[in-house]
């Protein structure tokens, strides 16, 4: 590759006033390996923190020019709370390094999806002029412009190190963000070193930052360094250094300084400033500063020392510089000119005038451009102005850019932050429209949540018809979906649920739906306001949006546990969808079809489906739909045990997530990498997953992710035997009212608590029709039913088992998974085979364990094989005895052994405790010759359940059904079924009869003891 000059040194780090750098020895040490870690070849982030002006700006500037010295291309970008261009701070960094150098020159550098660049900058023109510009909004392909970003950088960063400078991320939006992390995790083997300046303290802290720094900080060559104060000795220095104060006057000076300011050095710097130039400090003597050098009243903060100077600047220099500071940073001097209204001489005058008090940079003035010393000093400016003042001079520099006729994407951000600022002199309509061209221009650089924000702005100043005000609503809650913020898109949506215009309701309870379903939300809401919206319209089965909606309301109906309507809803659509030869309709069909309650005997069906979705979503470009089938494909992939389906999908699903970008997509496809990770054994790599998905949860908002997390922990801390430091919890866990129960019968089971996870589980199989009824499609019902029949495995519950096994046979030949990858629990035919061991059907057992085991060697699961191993032994060493034939007898014990011994030594690879633990149990006879396979059953209980026994305690102490339910939190139906069973199982003629017998032959204690009604 040709060698290019790299772009000039950025202004605002090599200017004039930048003040003397002094102390922040362990930082800049800090700074010094991350440079040797860069140029030997890795990415290295210093996130530089503290309060303002406490010289995290002056640190990145050091640092910069140490390594500019050394060859290091320097960038520097800026996040603002004025007027931003989407990206912001990567957006200037990017305009310095293109527009910077030789056209062409950086050409070889370009990545093949340079043409995603153009979405930023058309700079990217200058060195590939063949590139055609992507499309507008068509499609959501905003990884594809990150890898696009970090590929730039990678390549540049071949030839020089790469500095970028990115001040001031308190500031910065959620695209922003996103966008820093993506180039962080692409970037590991790059030649970059990030420098990134953020406040951390309130006001200016940003939850938003403090969870991505977190979430970076595990990442390899991330390093963060919050600023202190100066102490004593570097004030002193600073004053020697800065101020050419003598040695021993810095001494002197240097306690009062650094107690007054608290060793803020942009503190310090100001107050020296005043202190410099006032008669008391001209005064004072040898014995050290004196206390009336600070006047009156002492300045208590960098503010009031700002707003001192600023009151004697003459009245017409003020002026000049409160405009200036409305314009902000970056405004150009000729455009204050014509604001201020007055002859240019003045205007420069004034201008000299604020360089003199310390109130502007006069490097930046001089190429032509109003800059500030520190946000601080435009902040303390904007502070004195009056707001209605304020306002007017809002409208006087929006006034005087509108009248250059500048249709620039920079102008128009410009425009909507001035007349939105001058709303309230009539100001509002303009501020709307200049809103809504900057909200499509952030649509076009996928930078959706700045977009919403922009069209959220908008419906709330627009002046004109509710149908304006609506659109620009929809537009926004549009862009908060895109984005993947579908908390703030329900309340936008909401907002037009009563909208006067009935396509408008229908709009907004279709898109309402559309975010909700995402995070798994009850559909109950989302069916309403559809119902709601449908009934406004008229009945047309020929209207793509009428069909449209009743696809919507069948998948909300499905997230409400209504089957059979939403089934009924889901193919009237789909069959619409079809006549009608709309693609992009049928496109909707299927993937709501998608979420309609799945069985057993269903997910065939939706195999057909996801099938047909993934051509039509891929020719369309529809990266959404395209994730949805996906996701649905490997999860099935997983069912049938089928591991090329699943790889297949998988590299479905990574073109999804980089097509849109959304967050919610993303956190699919890494649950797919739980669920290899902890089929594998690999529960080291499987816990790591699991909380970056709950990082990645938590940017949902309000539809966090904790729930998938405790799942997805309890399934690693239970192999690994890690459970038992949840036991001390337990007593907190009951009480909670979020307890989940199936996930505590699990916990009880695993502790051995054995009479909790008894009452338990027969509570819950008391209510399993009904829990069955309301489960959510695709939920955790197969997760349910796993934990329950695990609980009657464990306890020999020979009644339970009955019980369960119809429920559980559906699913023979298929692996249980809940959610998508929340849980997976290997083979059903695993769980189906140990029932009918206990159950006694040796056979069927056994052919059931040789299928369970070939599936989970079929995909690769490594946890599930040993697991099935075990429990197929335990099932042969039961029944080994009962084989008369001795030779038969001896060859299943051999069997046995070899089963356990692979067994061991997988569950050993892997550190599957659990199973080790059950195998070491298996190997040691019971003491005293317990019967292996004793069940609660026995016919001394005349085969009657725990809740049974409960009832008829109950019922010999001479309750009604009524106060048996009431006492067992039971249906007074129920109770009553309960109290047929008993009488047909004992063959007792009457209540009198059975409590009679049950006294008698021990089944019961004293009736006396049954619990108090």
Same mark, same amino acid.
């Given at each position: 590759m040709a060698a290019w000059e790299p772009p000039p040194y950025p202004i605002r780090v090599a200017g004039a006033a930048i003040p003397a750098f002094v102390g922040r020895a362990a930082e800049t040490s800090a700074a010094e390996e991350a440079w040797a870690a860069v140029r030997a070849g890795g990415r290295q982030i210093i996130f530089i923190g503290g309060e303002p002006g406490a010289g995290k700006s002056r640190l990145a500037a050091e640092i910069a020019a140490a390594v500019h010295n050394e060859g290091a291309v320097v960038l520097l970008g800026n996040c603002s709370p004025g007027p931003v261009g989407p990206y912001q701070p990567f957006t200037e960094c990017l305009e310095q390094l293109l527009g910077g150098t030789q056209p062409g020159a950086l050409s070889a550098c370009m990545p093949d999806s340079a043409a995603e660049l153009l979405r930023l900058t058309p700079l990217v023109w200058r060195h590939r002029p063949e590139l055609t510009a992507p499309a507008g909004d068509g499609? &959501?392909?905003r990884r594809e412009l990150f890898d696009a970003v970090a590929a730039l950088l990678h390549a540049v960063g071949g030839q020089r190190p790469v500095v970028c400078i990115l001040e001031d991320l308190h500031w910065a939006r959620q695209p922003v963000l996103q966008l820093l992390d993506h180039v962080a995790q692409r970037s590991a083997r790059s030649r970059l070193l990030l420098l990134c300046t953020h406040r951390t303290t309130a006001p200016d802290r940003s939850d938003d930052l403090t969870y991505a720094i977190a979430d970076l900080y595990r990442l390899d060559g991330v390093r963060r360094l919050d600023l202190a104060g100066l102490s004593v000795e570097e004030v002193a220095q600073y004053l020697v250094a800065e101020c050419a104060v003598s040695e021993r006057r810095a001494r002197e000076y240097a306690t009062v300084l650094r107690d007054q300011t608290g060793g803020n050095p942009f503190?310090?710097?100001?107050?020296?400033?005043?202190?410099?130039?006032?008669?008391?400090?001209?005064?004072?003597?040898?014995?050290?500063?004196?206390?009336?050098?600070?006047?009156?009243?002492?300045?208590?903060?960098?503010?009031?020392?700002?707003?001192?100077?600023?009151?004697?600047?003459?009245?017409?220099?003020?002026?000049?510089?409160?405009?200036?500071?409305?314009?902000?940073?970056?405004?150009?001097?000729?455009?204050?000119?014509?604001?201020?209204?007055?002859?240019?001489?003045?205007?420069?005058?004034?201008? &000299?005038?604020?360089?003199?008090?310390?109130?502007?940079?006069?490097?930046?003035?001089?190429?032509?451009?109003?800059?500030?010393?520190?946000?601080?000093?435009?902040?303390?400016?904007?502070?004195?102005?009056?707001? @209605?003042r304020l306002a007017g001079l809002h409208a006087q520099v929006g006034e005087v850019l509108r009248s250059s006729g500048s249709g620039s994407p920079v102008v128009i951000r410009q425009l909507a932050y001035h007349f939105a600022r001058a709303a309230a002199l009539g100001y509002g309509d303009t501020a709307a429209q200049y809103l809504l061209l900057a909200g499509r221009e952030f649509e076009r650089s996928l930078a959706f949540e700045d977009a919403a924000a922009c069209y959220a702005r908008a419906a709330d100043l627009t002046d004109g018809p509710d149908a304006d005000r609506e659109e620009l609503w929809l537009h926004a809650a549009d862009a908060y979906v895109r984005a993947g913020d579908f908390a703030s898109a329900r309340t936008r949506y909401l907002l037009l649920a009563d909208s006067r215009d009935p396509p408008v309701r229908l709009r907004a309870a279709i898109g309402y739906e559309n975010a909700a379903w995402r995070p798994g939300l009850p559909g109950t809401q989302a069916r309403a306001l559809l119902a709601h919206a449908l009934e406004g319209v008229p009945e047309d089965l020929d209207d793509p949006q009428y069909v449209r909606a009743l696809a919507s309301l069948g998948r909300a109906t499905a997230f409400t546990g209504d089957a059979e309507r939403s089934g009924y809803l889901a193919d009237l659509a789909l069959g619409q969808a079809r006549r009608l030869g709309d693609r992009q309709l049928l496109r909707h069909a299927l993937e709501t079809m998608m979420w309609q309650q799945a069985s057993p005997q269903s997910v065939g069906r939706y195999l057909t489906l996801a099938t047909e979705l993934t051509p039509l979503a891929k020719e369309a470009q529809d990266w959404s739909a395209l994730g949805t089938a996906s996701v649905f494909r490997c999860? +099935?992939?997983?069912?049938?045990? &089928?591991?090329?389906?699943?790889?297949?999908?998988?590299?479905?699903?990574?073109?999804?997530?980089?097509?849109?970008? *959304?967050?919610?997509?993303?956190f699919m496809r890494r649950s797919g &990498?739980?669920?290899?990770?902890?089929?594998?054994?690999?529960?080291?790599?499987?816990?790591?997953?699991?909380?970056?998905?709950?990082?990645?949860?938590?940017?949902?908002?309000?539809?966090?992710?904790?729930?998938?997390?405790?799942? *997805?922990?309890?399934?690693?801390?239970?192999?690994?035997?890690?459970?038992? *430091?949840?036991?001390?919890?337990? @007593?907190?866990?009951?009480? @909670?009212?979020?307890?989940?129960?199936?996930?505590?019968?699990?916990?009880?089971?695993?502790?051995?608590?054995?009479?909790?996870?008894?009452?338990?589980?027969?509570?819950?199989?008391?209510r399993i029709d009904e829990m069955a009824a309301r489960q959510a499609p695709w939920a955790?019902?197969?997760?349910? +039913?796993?934990?329950?029949?695990?609980?009657? +495995?464990?306890?020999?519950?020979?009644?339970?088992?009955?019980?369960?096994?119809p429920l559980l046979a559906?699913? @023979?030949?298929?692996?249980?998974?809940?959610?998508?990858?929340?849980?997976?629990?290997?083979?059903a035919d695993a769980y189906l085979a140990a029932l009918d061991s206990l159950l006694g059907d040796r056979d069927c057992a056994d052919r059931l364990f040789a299928a369970a085991l070939a599936q989970a060697t079929r995909v690769g699961s490594l946890i599930h094989r040993a697991s099935t191993l075990t429990a197929w032994a335990a099932h042969l060493d039961t029944h080994a005895d009962a084989d008369s034939r001795a030779r038969a007898a001896a060859a299943a014990r051999n069997r046995v052994t070899e089963m356990r011994s692979e067994a061991r030594r997988i569950a050993a690879s892997i550190g599957q405790a659990r199973l080790l633990r059950l195998l070491d149990q298996a190997e040691t006879p019971p003491a005293g010759g317990a019967d292996r396979q004793g069940s609660r059953d026995g016919p001394d209980a005349a085969g009657l359940t725990p809740r049974e026994l409960a009832v008829l305690r109950l019922l010999a102490a001479g309750s009604s059904n009524r106060e048996i339910a009431s006492c067992l939190k039971i249906s007074e139906n129920t109770a009553a079924n309960h109290v047929r069973s008993i009488l047909l199982k004992t063959g007792a003629a009457n209540r009198t009869q059975v409590a009679m017998l049950a006294v008698s032959r021990g089944w019961i204690s004293d009736p006396a003891s049954a619990p108090a009604r």
């Open positions: 499609g &959501d392909y503190f310090l710097r100001e107050l020296w400033r005043d202190l410099a130039g006032s008669d008391a400090f001209t005064g004072a003597g040898a014995g050290g500063l004196p206390t009336r050098a600070f006047g009156a009243h002492a300045p208590v903060s960098i503010r009031d020392t700002l707003q001192r100077r600023l009151s004697r600047l003459a009245a017409a220099d003020r002026a000049v510089v409160e405009t200036a500071a409305v314009l902000g940073d970056g405004g150009e001097v000729l455009v204050l000119i014509r604001a201020c209204a007055t002859d240019p001489a003045t205007v420069l005058a004034a201008l &000299d005038a604020a360089v003199r008090f310390g109130l502007l940079d006069d490097g930046e003035l001089a190429h032509g451009r109003i800059a500030f010393p520190h946000m601080l000093t435009r902040q303390a400016v904007l502070d004195l102005i009056d707001p @209605s999860a +099935l992939a997983y069912i049938y045990a &089928d591991r090329a389906a699943w790889t297949t999908a998988t590299a479905d699903l990574d073109i999804s997530v980089r097509g849109t970008g *959304q967050p919610f997509i993303a &990498d739980y669920a290899h990770a902890f089929l594998s054994g690999d529960f080291a790599a499987a816990a790591r997953v699991a909380e970056d998905l709950l990082e990645r949860g938590r940017s949902f908002g309000p539809d966090d992710t904790e729930g998938t997390y405790g799942l *997805q922990m309890y399934m690693i801390q239970r192999e690994t035997g890690a459970l038992e *430091q949840v036991r001390p919890l337990l @007593s907190a866990i009951r009480q @909670s009212s979020g307890t989940w129960e199936p996930g505590l019968l699990a916990l009880y089971t695993e502790l051995g608590l054995t009479k909790e996870a008894r009452d338990l589980l027969w509570q819950l199989l008391d955790q019902w197969t997760a349910v +039913l796993a934990f329950l029949v695990e609980a009657a +495995l464990t306890l020999r519950d020979v009644s339970a088992a009955r019980r369960l096994r559906p699913y @023979s030949g298929q692996q249980l998974v809940a959610g998508q990858f929340v849980a997976v629990f290997g083979p």
